[in-house]
């Protein structure tokens, strides 16, 4: 009987799990595609490793920007030194409704700059804005310590660090610096800045103005005078002290402010566009010119202007240094700075956009709704062919 009983009580054998084996099956595939996924991605990494070592750097595509070495200045001339991306702070800004402008000029608003055709675009990282240029590649704007570059689709690069002391040609193609002791020149391009070799100067000495490939100092505060200097053929500044003032070109020489013997006002002068900026010719004297600082000369040469709390004068600089110009003004009382926009000057008088003609005419304009208050002219930098001096003649007196 014991042994009948544990007979029939063995256990019973166990049906097939088909389930079970499926499911296991899949547990295994899953556990060798995941190994080799993880070989893949390891070898495909050590190769992008591998690129980008060899490449010099991180490849951002369409969002790499480019500039030159900015300051201190590397003095070989040549394709500019990748430094990686900037920041585009106003690429968003492009994306704004326009604001209708009428003017066709761009104005300056804090640091948001509206454009002339009707874009706002915000104009960051120098700080307090000092100056700035509409010129073909954008826009040249600056602060306290540092030079930048708005392109026309609103991203931006640095051109130089460090410099207070700083202008741009007159055609908008080039930037002329001093920092410490040196001058340098350097090309203005959509990709940043190509700085040519530099030259020695004293310290303190303030850039003027261009005459082709060379630049017009100030000599320090503590001496007076000016000089030209060529940063290809480097000497010694000759300062000379007779020259009061250097405005830019005209002809073949520079137009300018100089003191004359005998006379006690200061005389308009054309200078010898050479070292030592010597007098070829001196006219007018007058103690009515407007102080040095505070006249300038328009894109052709041709006029001088300049500005007091009662108006805009002009002067044909021509007929100046033949001694037989008069003062032509144009009554406005500036609210703003003035520019030279071809052949007028146009500033504001608190409420309306003015232009001032050379022959005393105004015209009026409302500035562009939305505008905020503090606003100014942005003046425009652009090739154009000088004008050649005309012959003295009879002028319009004041």
Known sequence: LRRMFAGRAAPVPATADAAGSAIRRARGIRRRRNTATSIAA???????????????????????????????????????????????????????????????LDLLSGNQLLAADGRRIALTEVGEITRIYRISAGWVYGGADEVRLMRADGTSTSLIHSAKTWIVSTDGSRLAVVTGAALHIGRIEPSGLVVQPGAAVPAGAVPVTFVGNRVVLAAPSSSGGFDLLDPARPARPAWNRDVLAVYGPHGSGLAGLVRRAGSPAPCVALLKAVPGLPVERSGRCTADLPPAGAARLSPSGAWLAGTDPTGVTFLDVARAVAGNASLIRC?????????????????????????????????????????????????????????PPRTAGPTKPA
């Not at 190769?47 to 300051?71: E, F, H, K, L, Q």
């Open 331 to 387: 009554g406005v009382q500036p609210a703003v700075p003035p520019v030279w926009v071809g052949s007028t000057v146009a500033t504001s008088d608190g409420r309306n956009v003015v232009r001032c003609h050379s022959d005393g005419r105004r015209d009026e304009l409302p500035p562009p709704d939305g505008i905020g208050p503090g606003w100014r002219l942005v003046p425009r930098l652009e090739p154009s062919a000088p004008t």
């Open 42 to 104: 390891a070898a495909a990494l050590v190769v992008t490793v591998a690129g980008i070592t060899s490449a010099g750097g991180w490849n951002t595509g369409a969002d790499r920007r480019w500039t030159a070495p900015i300051a201190p200045f590397d003095t070989t001339a040549g394709p500019a030194d990748p430094i990686g991306p900037t920041a585009a702070p106003s690429v968003t800004a492009l994306m704004t409704p326009r604001t209708e402008n009428r003017l066709g």
